[in-house]
């Protein structure tokens, strides 16, 4: 089996000081809260920016100081977030794809969250996957419910998107698919052969949805954008401490962890050929 890519996804637009202290919001907390993940086994930082009172921001500013400070402590692979905040439109969400990050989030369909709705129109969802293939960012379809696979097969059918494509399998999210065993083993059953995949359980579903795409040869995002906790009511320590226990359970389980050149090559990311950066 391919060694083990984990995401850090350690902002998210959601999560508030109230609900964890420790959530990084200015760039310099986010990049070294990048850091401690990298040094724990991320070999993907998935990123979300916030203005400086703790709004969630899409404003490239912001995100290309975040991304210059990771840049400068270490090599993980960035990925840019293009849902951002349910709400924000469409110029505002796809506006940091343009400074050529090597991974950005493409969520392939709408769907409701929480009491909110996240709106991905398929004119949107096709004009984000053509703006990434402009910039040459490698996207990661994000799937909230079953059919938004079929919606990006057909993309790549018109070859919208580039082959492998890499899914994020996220679960739980109130509205979405429920983060259940049986749902993880449909959703990879309807993957194209050569896909590469993650899953992303949200709260209680992150640590189970996880140890089993450590079996079945996928991929895990944790962090506190999807679960603030370490245990039943007890707050993890860190993003890096979430990170820290996939890596060791991996490693229990005979599975070594990817650095990022080595998920680069299972993502089929070349550095060379992509934009400068
Ligand atoms: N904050 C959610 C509405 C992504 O990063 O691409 C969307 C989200 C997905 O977080
Ligand atoms: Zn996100």
């Given at each position: ?9 350690m902002v998210g637009?959601?999560v508030t000081r109230?609900?964890h202290p420790g959530i990084p919001i200015t760039p310099e907390e986010i990049a070294e809260a ?14 979300h920016v916030r203005k400086s009172d703790g709004t969630p921001t899409?404003?490239?500013?912001v995100?290309?100081?975040t ?157 506190f ?53």
């Amino acid at each position: 089996m391919e060694k083990l890519m984990i995401t850090a996804a350690m902002v998210g637009a959601e999560v508030t000081r109230r609900d964890h202290p420790g959530i990084p919001i200015t760039p310099e907390e986010i990049a070294e809260a990048a850091y401690e993940c990298y040094k724990a086994g991320a070999s993907i930082i998935h990123l979300h920016v916030r203005k400086s009172d703790g709004t969630p921001t899409q404003d490239i500013t912001v995100f290309k100081e975040t991304m210059t400070l990771i840049k400068e402590k270490c090599d993980a692979i960035i990925q840019i977030s293009t849902g951002g905040a349910v709400g924000m439109a469409f110029e505002e969400r796809v506006g940091p794809v343009r400074l050529g990050p090597e991974m950005a989030t493409l969520t392939a369909g709408s769907v409701n969250f929480g009491e909110d709705v996240f709106i991905n129109s398929p004119q949107d969802i096709e004009l984000f996957a053509l703006t990434m293939k402009e910039y040459g960012v490698k996207p990661e379809i994000e799937v909230f419910d079953t059919g938004m696979i079929s919606t990006a097969i057909k993309l790549a059918k018109k070859d919208i998107f580039v082959s492998p494509l890499h899914f994020d399998m996220v679960m739980g999210v109130p509205g979405g698919i429920e983060g259940t065993p049986k749902n993880l083993l449909q959703l990879v059953e309807l993957l194209p052969g050569n896909a590469t995949w993650t899953v992303a359980g949200i709260g209680k579903g992150e640590l189970p949805l996880g140890v089993m795409a450590i079996i079945l040869g996928g991929h895990v995002r944790v962090g506190f954008e999807d679960n603030i906790y370490y245990s039943k009511g007890i707050l993890a320590d860190s993003n890096a401490q979430l990170v820290e226990r996939i890596a060791r359970m991996s490693r229990e389980l005979g599975r070594e962890v990817a650095t990022p050149e080595e998920a680069r090559k299972i993502l089929k990311i070349n550095k060379e050929t992509l934009y400068d950066r």
